[in-house]
């Protein structure tokens, strides 16, 4: 048995798969410390872990999106920064804080954390404090690491004769200076808490500074990088949480594959306008499918009828669903995505905001999908995407193929070995 931090943002996309990782570790015997911010005390303790809060500027009262500064803000790098200085980098202080307390009262802990919780960056760049026995970073968004052979967006394309690996590097020093208010924040955060070493390239450093980092992803769906870090490994997707006091709806016995069903989702988070759901309900109306709708919320919120070839769930557990499905329609959210693809079920993607483009752009590269590249599809749009993805034989090989891959993955497992070596 080992005794393991784990650390997450308190925003749910990051909290949920280091709490199910959580979860599959104290069942292996290890002793878990599960820290984050105050609002998420419930879903730790209901999961039998141990709770810390983390206090200060890394306590958030409710996700990002619902922040009303950012709201003002327009999809691309003013956001991101945005994003990465208020969620990331300015917690940085308090989450050292709270690390090092919790290593003087026990020095023999291993952490594992969510790649963009940093409170242990510090003293890996040389600022004074205690160090866990082993770092492990987990990467629950797209490997954003520069390299020569891709760009967060996937390798730059070029014409005839032109070198690829330059227009790659190119394209990656172009992204990093348009991230540089995040970069001076994060070297002045650092310098203010005594590190010495230089400060890294922000969305390289979460990834090459940590002593082994586990990428929630698997090869065939990521960008291949022939030049990054052994310390980097692609451990595959944790399984889909199963609901055990889920009860079947009285329409379930219609998803029986006398057609194709057509699962529409905008996950938990980015559903308070239900802009793909509405369309894609609305633009799926006459085709000879079944829709099923997740809307992460409840179903009073949807602003027009539901069509007769459509159902409409608040939630409906992935494990069930998907298996079931034909396509899946999603605002790119890279857990469901990958969730779908696993379950051998090619995708369709409308997103812009967030790590969305970059999941969207893995689906079109690796012609697992299609992307939509609008957060907000006409009713026309999502049609032909559908009957496009239900009759593309090739996508559905591609699809069927990296499932596969998914399946061969033991990512529980990976990441313990990572750990504890």
Same mark, same amino acid.
């Given at each position: ?53 983390? #206090? ?30 208020? /969620? ?22 291993? @952490?594992?954390?969510?790649?963009? %919780? ?71 955060? @650092? ?23 586990? /990428? ?34 009285? %329409? ?14 905008? #996950? ?5 306008? *239900? ?66 693809? /696993? ?7 409308? #997103? ?15 012609? *697992? ?53």
């Amino acid at each position: 048995m080992a005794k393991i931090i784990v650390a997450a943002p308190p925003l749910t996309g990051e909290v949920s798969p280091l709490l199910q990782l959580a979860r599959g570790l104290a069942g292996r015997g290890h002793h878990i410390t599960f820290v984050t911010g105050s609002r998420f005390r419930a879903d730790v303790e209901s999961a039998g872990l141990a709770f810390v809060p983390v #206090g200060g500027l890394a306590e958030f009262v409710s996700d990002i999106g619902d922040d009303p500064e950012r709201a003002k803000l327009a999809p691309g790098p003013e956001m991101l920064n945005y994003d990465f200085i208020h /969620a990331f980098v300015n917690p940085i202080p308090d989450q050292h804080a709270v690390l090092q307390q919790l290593l003087e009262q026990d020095p023999d802990q291993y @952490l594992i954390s969510n790649a963009f %919780w940093l409170g242990a960056l510090p003293t890996a760049l040389g600022a004074p404090g205690l160090r866990p026995c082993r770092w492990v970073g987990v990467s629950a968004v797209p490997l954003a690491l520069s390299s020569d052979d891709t760009t967060f967006f996937g390798p730059v394309p070029v014409g005839p004769g032109e070198d690829q690996k330059a227009a790659n590097r190119a394209a990656n020093a172009q992204f990093a200076v348009m991230m540089r208010p995040t970069q001076d924040r994060l070297a002045t955060v @650092l310098e203010s808490l005594g590190a010495t070493k230089d400060c890294p390239v922000f969305v390289d450093g979460v990834v090459t500074v940590p002593d082994a980092v586990a /990428a929630l992803t698997v090869p065939g769906f990521e960008f291949e990088r022939g030049d990054a870090p052994d310390s980097v490994r692609l451990v595959g997707i944790l399984p889909a949480r199963s609901a055990a006091d889920w009860e079947p709806p009285p %329409w379930w016995a219609e998803l029986d594959g006398s057609r194709p069903v057509v699962v529409v989702t905008q #996950g938990t988070l980015a559903n308070r306008d *239900l802009s793909l759901v509405e369309p894609a309900l609305t633009g799926l109306a006459d085709l000879d499918v079944t829709v099923v709708a997740a809307l992460g919320r409840e179903v009073g919120a949807l602003s027009i009828p539901v069509p007769p070839n459509a159902h409409v769930a608040e939630f409906i557990p992935f494990d069930v669903l998907l298996p079931k499905a034909s396509a899946y329609i999603t605002n790119g959210g890279l857990g469901g995505t990958q969730q779908a693809i /696993a379950a051998g079920v090619p995708v369709i993607v409308a #997103g812009v905001t967030e790590d969305k483009p970059a999941v969207a752009a893995r689906v079109a590269y690796h012609n *697992l999908g299609i992307s939509l590249e609008t957060a907000t599809p006409t009713p026309e749009a999502v049609a032909a995407a559908a009957e496009s993805v239900l009759k593309d034989t090739e996508m559905h090989a591609n699809v069927h193929k990296l499932a596969q891959v998914y399946a061969a993955h033991d990512p529980l497992g990976e990441i313990e070995r990572l750990t504890l070596g």
